[in-house]
């Protein structure tokens, strides 16, 4: 047997409620009914105890006159058989009756149901069943006076033997299936309402099973939700909570997989620009070393040294690719933890300029610092630091034409270090701006906007600072631009 999905067990509760509450509706009806009809036959018969009490001598001096008490009860129950006469004395104590031989079960009656009726108490007011060790019924009683003076009183029991076994017989036919007809017609209509009103009530519950049932994989990506309704303040519907919080997680898990898709492909995009530029280097390093193999006789010592120059040259661009891919390697997978220190800016700054004097010179570029004084120490990791203004100095001078220049520029803003890397080359193409920082193009297409690893190696070392550089817009070239925290005014970032 299969197990009850979420709605059908609801469904079943539900209707297992409705079928106790109709039940407990009927139970209530069918009581204010019962209580309803004692009191009509307790109001209907209000002076029958005062008329008995009046009519005829039931005692006297001497005693109750039990001929008389028992022709005179004989003769109303005649009349009315479903009453029952008694005669009780001042204490309750039943003195006459025309009850069958072992029916009465009482030889006296609790008056203060008498005394209540008596005074006026609202109906129905049940007393004591002589015929009935427990039974209590409706009644009617009235004080008997004997020469001025309260002897006792007359009760009578309203409903009595032969009342109860002719309702029980009648209601065991016609008047029982007219209930019963009652209460399946309106247990079926408390049903078909209910079923009415549990799919309007469930109806998020079903509308939310369906978006669930609906999010899955289309073309690669998850299927889009409609948005539903936001929850009002203080708004306490749970389903429309829940529907909202869904909606908004496959929103997200839409948004992550859209991005996980885009860096898959500037992932698969950086591997072909790498083979591309491995290829390159490699083919040439290749060619020129077979080169010399199979001509190094006939070779003279100038070729030979120049052939061995490219071959060199090949390889170290090989090396230096091979090292920024370690590098980036360890950077995005969290093989580097920060060093932080506490350093001059200015003096890193020129020491890279050192490094790099030789090279522009050659290009007869000039390298130009604007550095203020006054300037406060930052706080960083000072290898990092130095490999970012090294790969942005490269990335200038190599793009750069002969005759430009370089400029490094630094300025203390708010508790901060600003660093600007500018060059007279021909800039960065609109269309690159966007994915400079994700996707270097192949090194060896000799484009002019390509920056290649190192602006890679620059944006991920800057992440590891909580930074960011930027590409500023410039009149000439391109602008670089990143800051770093002043020693002792911001929390130490961490450290992958």
Same mark, same amino acid.
């Given at each position: ?12 509760? *539900?209707? #297992? ?10 139970? %209530? ?64 104590? %039943? ?23 008596? #005074? ?18 409706? *009644? ?30 009648? #209601? ?25 009103? !549990? /799919? ?28 539903? /309704? ?99 390697? /360890? ?21 890279? *300029?050192?490094? *790099?004097?030789? @090279? ?10 604007? %550095?203020? @004084? ?37 300025? @203390? ?23 400079? !920082? ?43 631009? !990143? ?14």
């Amino acid at each position: 047997m299969n197990r009850l999905t979420l709605s059908q067990r609801l469904s079943v509760v *539900f209707c #297992a409620l409705l079928l106790v509450c109709c039940g407990a509706l009927a139970w %209530i009806q069918m009581r204010s009914t019962r209580m309803h009809e004692q009191e009509t036959v307790q109001r209907l018969s209000r002076g029958l105890a005062e008329h008995i009490a009046r009519r005829g001598e039931l005692m006297d001096t001497g005693g109750m006159r039990e001929g008389e008490v028992r022709a005179l009860f004989g003769k109303l129950m005649a009349v009315n058989p479903s009453v029952e006469v008694y005669l009780l004395d001042d204490q309750g104590r %039943i003195l006459g009756h025309d009850a069958p031989d072992g029916h009465l079960k009482r030889d006296r009656v609790d008056l203060a149901p008498v005394q209540a009726l008596l #005074a006026g108490a609202a109906l129905p007011i049940l007393g004591d069943d002589p015929r009935s060790l427990g039974g209590r019924k409706v *009644f009617n009683a009235a004080p008997l006076v004997v020469q001025g003076r309260q002897v006792g009183y007359i009760y009578v029991v309203l409903v009595g033997e032969q009342h109860e076994a002719l309702a029980a017989n009648v #209601a065991a036919s016609t008047s029982l299936r007219t209930t019963l007809w009652s209460l399946a017609i309106v247990a079926g209509v408390g049903l078909l309402a209910g079923v009415i009103a !549990f /799919r309007w009530v469930t109806r998020p519950l079903r509308q939310l099973t369906d978006d669930i049932q609906a999010f899955d994989m289309e073309a690669g990506a998850p299927a889009r939700l409609p948005a539903p /309704r936001a929850p009002r303040p203080g708004e306490r519907d749970e389903l429309t909570i829940l529907q909202h919080s869904f909606t908004h997680m496959a929103q997200r898990i839409g948004e992550q997989w859209q991005q996980l898709r885009q860096q898959d492909l500037q992932r698969r995009e950086l591997v072909a620009n790498i083979s591309h530029d491995l290829r390159t280097p490699l083919s040439s390093l290749h060619g020129y070393l077979e080169t010399l193999a199979l001509k190094d006789a006939t070779l003279s010592p100038e070729e030979r040294q120049r052939y061995l120059a490219i071959a060199l040259s090949q390889s170290n661009k090989v090396g230096r690719l091979a090292q920024a891919l370690f590098e980036l390697a /360890r950077l995005e997978h969290g093989g580097v933890v920060l060093d932080l220190q506490a350093f001059s800016l200015p003096d890193l700054v020129q020491d890279v *300029f050192q490094k *790099f004097e030789l @090279a522009a010179q050659a290009r007869r570029q000039s390298l130009r610092a604007g %550095i203020p @004084a006054g300037l406060p120490a930052v706080e960083a990791d000072l290898g990092l630091i130095e490999r970012v203004l090294t790969n942005l100095l490269d990335n200038a001078i190599r793009h750069t034409p002969e005759g430009g220049h370089v400029q490094v520029t630094l300025q @203390a803003v708010a508790g901060e270090v600003q660093v600007s890397v500018s060059d007279t080359g021909p800039g960065i193409a609109p269309e690159r701006r966007a994915q400079l !920082f994700s996707t270097p193009p192949a090194l060896g297409s000799q484009r002019p906007d390509s920056g290649g690893l190192g602006l890679l190696i620059v944006h991920r070392i800057l992440q590891l600072h909580h930074r960011r550089i930027t590409l500023a817009d410039s009149d000439e070239g391109a602008r670089f631009e !990143f800051s770093l925290p002043a020693a002792g005014r911001h929390p130490r970032p961490s450290g992958n």
